[in-house]
């Protein structure tokens, strides 16, 4: 169904709904949800944020139920890729901050630019289903639903765990890496960590130092970056190779060159061969693996074949007695609250415009539906600085509103850059961050010429009146 112009204004209010058709829903108050606000705000929408837990901060609340953050968990990119375009992190931080810094540091953007206000706390969202032109939405503290103009959804995809399924049945203890929060679970057990992954290297690190024997189950091989670089984080060097227009081929054999002179190579500390060129799957950044993998602190192990009692098989016939099995597995995609196939595809894939704009509604968005191989955050505000642009074009019946929407109603763009990352549903939202924060940039300012040549038609137009 094609929006027009007139049908993407603000919608009439279902009867017996509380009217709020002046206004957006902005689903989450985590670091996505707080960039829609704050720049819905600037351009002068009015939005309402809901936000289920009570206070901001998405995965980054530590101890609440939606968040899947651990207790010795830093960033994985540093503040150079991964703050907010406007809003630096403070200078006494470190490279890489830890998960309270990390939530003062959203605290402190949602008290700067004013937010808090625009933000009900303690209230999820329940059902959001299109209503002639605008969207009818039911949070879970009331029964009548309210009318809005518009939706943003921006309720993350790092809360809903995956666990695969495996044959037989283990009688020691299960968990998801979600539920991880400290060490004290692993200490004097023999401990399988399954899934290679930034959270499962950090949680096979910690065994390492706790438990009594540690395992760590991959499918596949990986390459495996350090944090540091002669002295600064790794990802300035390949921010800098980027700056320079290096092409894929040149900066892939770069990076290996510095691998190989920095730490070697995964077989090296007895791990698989990666079966994929370096950058064709998510970045692994840790800097203690390859430590205690060196000092046999760590077994690793092949793709679990099944369970037996307090035994685990594994694919090359070998068989551990575990105590605790950690599925550091990653996670669903999911929008309980709204029919999926409004935002995925059959095959679990956005069937969105740069993963954020619908092909055919032109009032509902998503914010931070994307992996990047660097931080993510100043991402979600180029993001929000579009969906922005856009609304306003929308409400000034600018040659921009036309122009974009044909835009987002086209086929896919390539967001990899050329990349072909390995097929698999943890690299369903995978983007190479410099090409798609450089496309955003490019249409945010053609939006702001566009405007700025239409508010001069505008003008001259009315001084010609009589």
Known sequence: MRLTTEQSSPGVPEIGSRDCSDKYCIIGAGPSGLAALKNLKQLGIPGDCFEREADVGGVWNYGQASSGVYNSIHLITSGLTTAYVDYPFPEDYPYFPNHRQALAYLRGYANHFGLYDD??????????????????????????????????????????????????????????????????????????????????????????????????????????LPKFLFGRPAEHAGEFMHRLRLPLWLRRWLALRLLELTVGSPQDYGLPAPDHRLFETHPVGNSLLYYYLGHGDICVKQNIERFSGDHVHFVDDSVERIDLIVFATGYRISFPFIDNRHVLDDEQRPRLFLNAFHPQFDNLFVVGLLQPDSGAWGLADYQSQLIAQFICAQDRQAPSADWFRRLKASDQVDLSSGIRYVDSARHSLEVEHFGYRRRLRKLIARFARSNRRHHRSRDASAMKRP
């Not at 059902?127 to 959804?153: E, H």
């Not at 023999?190 to 130092?209: F, K, M, P, T």
Request: glycine letters at 12%; proline letters at 5%.
């Open 119 to 224: 933000i009900t706390f303690e209230c999820g969202v329940r059902a959001v289903q299109p209503v002639d032109g605008g969207w009818s939405v039911l949070l879970d503290d009331s029964d009548v639903p309210r009318c809005y103009r518009g939706v943003i959804i921006a309720n993350g995809h790092h809360w809903d765990p995956r666990i695969p399924e495996v044959a037989g049945d283990f009688t020691g203890e299960i968990m998801h890496s979600h539920q991880y929060k400290t060490p004290d679970v692993l200490r004097g057990r023999r401990v399988l960590v399954v899934g290679a992954g930034n959270s499962g290297c950090d949680i096979a690190v910690e065994a390492a130092q706790n438990a009594a024997a540690t395992f760590l189950s991959m499918r596949r091989g990986y390459y495996f």
